[in-house]
């Protein structure tokens, strides 16, 4: 018996079946493979536009710091 990303009640066991539904699973398997490339991708995009904030307010707070200080 194989089953192919199909609900639990339906499931294929003639290949004449399962060689239309091969590669949708293929398919989906690529798509999510993308999607999380993608993610991991926005989300180290993220978290570096965060450090860079960060990095910059902290310039900015030590140039307060220093035109006080004068």
Known sequence: M???G?????????LE???YLIPFAFKSVETKKKRK???KKSELERK???D??????KKREGE???G???
Do not use: G, M, Q, V
């Open 2 to 4: 194989i089953r192919i």
């Open 6 to 14: 199909l609900p639990r009640d339906s499931c294929c066991t003639n």
């Open 37 to 39: 490339k993608e993610k």
């Open 52 to 57: 860079d904030r960060k990095k910059k307010k």
């Open 48 to 50: 570096e536009k965060r």
């Open 17 to 19: 079946d399962t060689k």
């Open 68 to 70: 006080k200080r004068d």
């Open 64 to 66: 307060r710091e220093a």
